[in-house]
């Protein structure tokens, strides 16, 4: 299994290069060539299995310079109890007769970015050794909010390893700001970038395609690697909890194998609901991908329209993690839809650099037309969903859950397709407490990490301990910066 870069697929990597380096050189994302089948015995095969051995089943064939057994110390010490506080990792719940939502948000940061990012750092520290690379790796992280902290917590104190994380200042929850600036650790670095995500992910991109950069650092001993989706090594992981949830609604008789489902994920950078696809691609019967969108609606255009653009005016919303205009792994999927044509995705990317904008061409819309159905939903009705799925089902969602839910409910108001559905869960609703409180009608808000204690007693739901824990914890950053003065950032925080 080689992989390529969607904008040159002439330099072939193996899965550990792929891993170490996150980006290709030429700015494009690595992907495999050939995408391996679950057969109808295989998902069979996967029913009776626990989430770790699903993971090593799925990721086995993508990495060849891998063993099993060294997957199987990976997904033991990712997925373990000591990281997630349920047994089956990405738990799935049932809402109504055809409605499930898979829960990832158990782990060590309570939101679904541990699922793949618990697993990243085995999978990128052992890459460095087959690559016999003697330098640091210096991790570098765009975060709309999850990321980050998923990230930090992930590479905390991982041997050979440096993680820089920088967030849009004011474009995060208050909660997922203090996750990050208390973050523990001595190879860490968290940084706030004055603007939006896409400021802080352009500049990312940037710091990695500037050579005079990598240079400098090379010569005090480091290189770039990513812990963002744009790394094959986050995307990956993702595939196995849609194997999984479709696993654990046979064996619970909620479908039969073979049985379709549709999926609808909140979808801001586009890899969760790529990771979808993908498990789709490898024989995972799911009829159609419900991407949701916020206010920042620029996916449900492009998915409708085939044009993509985004020359718009940008929300900061309720929902932040999907506050972004620019959603980079929608590369992967171009390239896949256009019949792996380099040429043609970089065509694209070079119009939305230059322009901000591209229109693909016929064949590639019909194919999002076949795959992908798309809406969004506004912060007013964020509120209103979160308040009733509480009101009619004691079920405590955060935003970004709610978005998926309605959007669901207008795909299936619009079509009438009632196939069994997969709501994609993404954080714990205590992360964004002052949003779900507002929702279910509380005005006066306490503050700081009291916050959490309003939610539980209100609801009668306990908050996640990694969440209840960050009262009293020391702020350790406090950073800000500009988007154009983020390379001076990188090399004041690694003298």
Known sequence: MYYVSTRSKNHRLTASQAIAQGLAVDGGLLTPEVFPKLSHNGLKTLTDMSYQQRAVYVMNPYLEDFTASELSSFATKAYGPDKFDAREVAPVRTVDGNTHCLELWHGPTCAFKDMALQMLPHLLSASLVKNDEKKTACILVATSGDTGKAALEGFRDVDGTRILVFYPKDGVSAIQQLQMNTQEGENVGVCSVVGNFDDAQTGVKKLFSDEKLRAELAGRGYFFSSANSINWGRVLPQIVYYVSAYCDLVKTEKIQLGDPVNVCVPTGNFGNILAGYYAGQMGV???????????????????????????????????????????????????????????????????????????????????????????????????????????????????????????????????????????????????????????????????????????????????????????????????????????????????
């Open 285 to 495: 019967p799911i009829r159609k991908f419900i991407c949701a969108s916020n206010s920042n609606n620029v996916l449900t255009d492009f998915l409708r329209t085939g044009v993509y653009d985004r020359n718009r005016r940008f929300y900061n919303t309720m929902s932040p993690s999907m506050d972004i205009l620019i959603s980079s792994n929608l590369e992967r999927m171009l390239y896949e839809l256009s019949g792996s044509s380099d040429g043609e995705v970089r065509g694209y990317m070079d119009q939305l650099a230059e322009k901000g904008r591209y229109e693909v061409g016929d064949a590639v819309k019909g194919k999002l037309s076949r795959y992908f159905a798309a809406g969004f939903c506004d912060d007013a009705q964020t509120q209103r969903v979160i308040a009733r799925m509480w009101n009619e089902h004691k079920y405590l969602i955060d935003p970004h859950t709610a978005v998926a839910f309605d959007v669901l409910d207008q795909y299936r108001a619009e079509t009438g397709d009632d196939t069994a559905a997969i709501v994609v869960s993404t954080a714990s609703p205590f992360k964004f407490c002052d949003s779900v409180l507002g929702a279910l009608g509380v005005t006066d808000l306490r503050e700081g990490t009291d916050i959490l204690g309003q939610l539980s007693e209100l609801t009668g739901v306990s908050a996640p301990a990694p969440l209840a824990g960050l009262a009293g914890k020391e702020v350790r950053f406090t950073d800000n910066t500009t988007k154009d003065h983020m390379v001076d950032k990188v090399l004041e925080m690694l003298k």
